[in-house]
Nanobody
């Protein structure tokens, strides 16, 4: 079955950095685009970044220039490098893939606070 397992979240001060990882299994990883979403307390889940099978990328305007999504097809992993973190980046970050429907990982908490 499809499984997505995120890791790398934590608590950092504003201006800090984190690198999130997601390991995938149960599908042909190299054949699908991958996404990172986040959900802040009391808000809807929003798309943060997307990487295509050819490694083309798209970002939400609020993170462009600060976050970088990448993938390693050999390891079946997708990453989100987050720099210059702001308090408004706080939330649960989810790895996601759409096959016949959208699958989600369990999420990893990111807290940016002084």
């Amino acid at each position: 079955q499809v499984q997505l397992v995120e890791s790398g979240g934590g608590s950092v001060q504003p201006g800090g950095s984190l690198r999130l990882s997601c390991v995938a299994s149960g599908f042909t990883f190299s054949s699908y685009g991958m996404s990172w979403y986040r959900q802040a307390p009391g808000k809807e889940r929003e798309l943060v970044a997307y990487i295509s099978i050819g490694s083309s990328t798209n970002y939400a305007g609020s993170v462009k220039g600060r976050f970088t999504i990448s993938r390693d097809n050999a390891k079946k992993m997708v990453f989100l490098e987050m720099n210059s973190l702001k308090p408004e980046d706080t939330g649960v970050y989810f790895c996601s893939v759409t096959l016949s429907w959208r699958y989600w990982g369990q999420g990893t908490q990111v807290t940016v606070s002084s």
